[in-house]
């Protein structure tokens, strides 16, 4: 039986998908088994980690949205899209707008179909008597608690252990722009490239939302406005570009 | 069905040019233009977002499709249009991924120089795929033409949709190759229909590697 596990596998890798190529739904995905592999050694279960965009159909694992194909070692494969609309995801940071103040929820919106839940509880320090100071209109850091398609979203603005650790309600000043979500993940992504080229101009805060919500604020309104202007603009830019374009602002040019 | 596929082999299976564009709206979620021919479409794609609650169905999403004419109001015809594109849409998207909400689909007619509904159905699948969805598979639209010769035409212009006696559209799948909607009009018989499902199945290939070239051009400018 070894031998036929054997066969099985250079089957596989002669068909298997290459990390970057472009698929598209209904095509099947392959996990492709590891390059060295000992004929002796005791049947381990490849298990693969499907993220989004792959989908567990009877025995087969169909991709269900266009994009590239995407691995992290070991074993955790997804497929990257361009997509614009938010989806609320459980344990994603996302910018939120209070739009209603419901006896002891607000209601956020964060882009998605549905508005999420905020209960005044969940800010650090914040009891029955002392309310957190939140007014409609104001933008929120939180991050999804509850987030699946058949219940209301909700939001916490702090960590397991009660504190806020970055989220909560944003001070005065700064702007909020939208991006795509493709966009906010690559300057989230470790050591990006474009991160480091957008930090290198001003001294600056950004917060990143994973619903393509981006919030900046520099030291005047006039960098703020500059650097959320080349953020927009980098959703377009080669690298090359993108270089060429904040050598020119850095140098005062543009 | 031998018969029909021996047709179908010697049958030369010619489209028009293809054209595609995905995401040049800015505004939509997804969008994509689509062009065969001189025949040319342009859509927009909304949602998942908030859905009326006399519109809300619990367990799946809810597909609006409307369609835009060149010139004047949508009328009848652009019904009968939209009905075939939201069944084929419905039977290919996954829906029920995102109940109680409202996807929206919106095409444009540009330009209609024949196989309109094929153009349509290729245009909303694009657009589909370029606003992220979840599908369980492709589709695409072919238009075939029967000529009074009984010679079957494949992505017809309206000049020669004109001449012909019978026009066929069909629908058809990425994965299995399966007719999903069809839209007849004029007088054909049994084996001719069969005859065009073989052709318009052949010419499906043709279409789903133009899907792919696209989207692959698509994400080649990935940064």
């Not at chain 1, 031998?3 to 099947?28: E, I």
């Not at chain 1, 493709?182 to 805060?205: H, I, K, Q, T």
């Not at chain 2, 028009?16 to 021919?37: H, K, M, V, Y």
């Not at chain 2, 318009?200 to 994400?219: G, N, P, T």
């Amino acid at each position: 039986s070894t031998q036929t596990r054997a066969l099985k596998y250079s089957s596989l890798r002669s068909t298997g998908l290459r990390v970057g190529q472009v698929l598209l739904p209904g095509d099947q995905f392959f996990c492709e088994a590891e390059e060295t592999l000992s004929l002796s050694a005791t049947a381990r279960r490849d298990t693969a980690v499907c993220g989004p965009g792959l989908r567990r159909s009877g025995d087969r694992v169909l991709v269900c949205v266009g994009g590239l194909l995407r691995h992290k070692a070991p074993n955790v494969f997804w497929v990257q899209s361009h997509s614009k609309r938010y989806v609320p995801a459980k344990g994603e940071c996302v910018i939120g707008i209070v739009t209603a103040k419901s006896g002891d929820v607000f209601k956020v919106d964060v882009g998605a179909s549905e508005l999420a839940s905020l209960s005044y509880l969940s800010f650090e320090g914040a009891t029955k008597r002392n309310r957190p100071n939140v007014q409609v209109g104001d933008l929120v850091y939180a991050q999804f608690l509850v987030a699946n398609k058949d219940m209301e979203p909700e939001l916490v603005c702090i960590d397991g252990a009660g504190r806020a650790n970055g989220l909560g309600v944003f001070g005065s000043g700064g702007l909020m722009v939208k991006v795509s979500l493709g966009l906010v993940r690559r300057l989230l992504a470790p050591g990006s490239e474009l991160m480091a080229d957008l930090s290198g101009l001003f001294p600056s805060e950004m917060v990143l939302g994973l619903n393509g919500r981006v919030w900046v604020k520099s030291s005047s309104v006039q960098q703020t406005l500059i650097l959320s202007n080349l953020l927009q603009s980098c959703e377009t830019l080669s690298p090359d570009q993108r270089r060429a374009l904040f050598h020119r602002v850095k140098q005062g040019t543009l | 069905i031998t018969s029909a596929m021996e047709v179908c082999k010697s049958t030369d299976i010619s489209l028009r040019e293809f054209g595609c564009e995905q995401n040049l709206l800015s505004r939509p979620d997804g969008s994509a233009s689509f062009i065969q021919g001189d025949t040319s479409v342009l859509a927009g794609m909304y949602g998942p977002a908030e859905v009326k609650v006399s519109k809300e169905i619990y367990d799946r999403a809810t597909l609006e499709v409307l369609i835009q004419p060149k010139v004047g109001l949508p009328s009848v015809r652009e019904r009968s249009q939209e009905q075939c594109v939201r069944e084929t849409c419905e039977a290919s998207l996954l829906s029920f991924l995102h109940p109680r909400s409202s996807l929206t689909l919106i095409l444009q007619v540009v330009h209609n120089d024949g196989s309109l509904l094929s153009c349509l159905l290729n245009a909303a699948c694009m657009a589909l795929m370029d606003a992220g969805l979840p599908m369980s598979c492709l589709f695409c639209g072919v238009t075939c033409a029967i000529n009074s010769d009984g010679q079957i035409i494949t992505d017809p212009t309206v000049a020669q949709e004109k001449e012909s006696r019978a026009i066929l559209t069909f629908a058809i799948d990425s994965t299995d190759h399966k007719v999903l909607m069809s839209s007849t009009q004029g007088s054909f018989s049994v084996y001719e229909l069969q005859q065009c499902i073989a052709v318009c199945q052949k010419a499906s290939e043709k279409i789903f590697l133009f899907y792919r070239d696209s989207v692959q051009r698509r994400y080649s400018k990935t940064l």
